[in-house]
């Protein structure tokens, strides 16, 4: 399996994380969604070749898909 540049992966999830939080303001930063979406973007990015921008829809996809709205 590839590795993920740590860099892309951390600008990811950061994207991913702050775009959420922007949605969902009444969620904490140290949330625990948060280590779930650290977790899960590394898989993802081993999976195929990925950028920081596709790692970023990823993550903001996971969290939409399994947090939605009503977290």
């Known amino acids: 399996m590839k590795m993920v540049d740590e860099v892309v992966l951390k600008n990811a999830t950061e994207t991913a994380w702050s775009v959420y939080r ?7 930063p140290q949330d625990n969604r948060r280590c779930l979406l ?13 950028d920081t921008e596709e790692l970023a829809g990823f993550g ?7 947090f939605g709205d009503g977290c």
């Open 22 to 28: 922007a949605r969902h303001p009444d969620v904490d």
């Open 38 to 50: 650290e977790r899960h973007l590394p898989r993802r990015g081993e999976e195929r070749e990925s």
């Open 60 to 66: 903001i996809a996971y969290l939409h898909r399994f």
